[in-house]
Each structure stands twice: as structure tokens, then as C-alpha cells.
């Protein structure tokens, strides 16, 4: 076998390989007749922007979330019983402050009423290094159901 072909066996080999590195599973939402209802997440900023943190859905009611409804690499749903949910989240990663960096594992909770047939997303954006806005909302009607929405900032 000439070496062009062992290049490319290899290349396609780590390809392969890599791509399992990131597996994701379509979200399965959930309907309005739907006996259940789920919560989405996002992991991390969107690419391109700066305004939303890394978040780590650490427990739900104080248990670790188990009850998977899919996932698309940066957006992590879970099944939700109707009723009363306390979500305890980690806001996670470096920060800059002045001239130093440092690790950031910062606790957030927030907490809400689940109705059946929903699908609720939670959100935060940061506005500076100090101030983070954490909210839940339903993402079929856009309604905030918990926290409050960050509100829109003018250049200065």
C-alpha cells in the first residue's frame, strides 16, 4: 500500500474515532397533552457571544438530574414531573478580574412551578463580572415563569 493511502486510512480512522467524542441525541419534547414536562439548558455561550455563562445543571430537587430527553452537544433537557422544582446549577469557568484569572464555581438556584405539557428552558446572561441574571421560561409561549429577564442595556 503506498503512503497516500495509509495517510488517509489513518485521517479517516481519527475521524472516526473523534466523532464519538461529542455524542448528541435529538431533544424529545414534550406535547401540550403530555403527562410530563421538560426543562432544557444550555452548557455554554452560544459561538460568538460573551452573554451567557456556563452553566452545570448540578441537581434537581436535590437529586442529580437522571431522566434524559436528549441533548444537541451544548443544550442538555431533562423530564420533569408537574409540580414544585428547585434547580441547583454551577455557574463555572475562568474569570478575569484586572490582571488575574481565576476558576469560578459559583451555586445558583432557582426554582418553579412545572405544568404538565411544557417545555420550560433556563437562561442566564451576564451583565459584568459581579452581576448575572438567572431566569426560567416557557419556551413555547416565551412567558418568564421564574427570575427575571435581563433587560436591554444602551451602548455608553
Known amino acids: ?4 493511502r495509509c495517510w488517509v486510512l489513518v485521517f ?5 474515532c473523534c466523532g464519538g467524542c461529542r455524542t ?3 431533544i424529545s419534547y414534550v406535547s401540550p397533552n403530555d403527562t410530563v414536562a421538560l426543562v432544557e439548558i444550555m452548557s455554554g455561550a452560544k459561538e460568538g457571544t460573551h452573554s451567557a455563562p456556563l452553566l452545570w445543571l448540578r441537581n434537581i430537587d436535590g437529586n442529580a438530574p437522571t431522566r434524559s ?9 431533562y423530564e420533569l414531573t408537574p409540580g414544585h422544582h428547585i434547580f441547583d446549577l454551577r455557574r463555572l469557568g475562568p474569570m478575569k478580574r484586572g490582571d488575574t484569572t481565576f476558576l469560578l464555581n459559583q451555586p445558583l438556584l432557582i426554582e418553579m412551578e ?3 405539557g411544557h417545555n420550560y428552558r433556563i437562561n442566564a446572561h451576564i451583565y459584568d463580572e459581579n452581576t448575572l441574571s438567572l431566569y426560567i421560561e416557557d419556551i413555547d409561549t416565551g412567558e418568564i415563569v421564574s ?7 444602551e451602548d455608553r
Open 69 to 77: 430527553r436528549g441533548n444537541n452537544g451544548n443544550i442538555y433537557a
Open 1 to 4: 500500500m503506498n503512503d497516500a
Open 12 to 16: 479517516v480512522g481519527c475521524l472516526v
Open 147 to 153: 427570575g427575571h429577564r435581563p433587560e436591554m442595556q
Open 24 to 26: 448528541t441525541v435529538p
Open 114 to 116: 412545572a405544568g404538565a
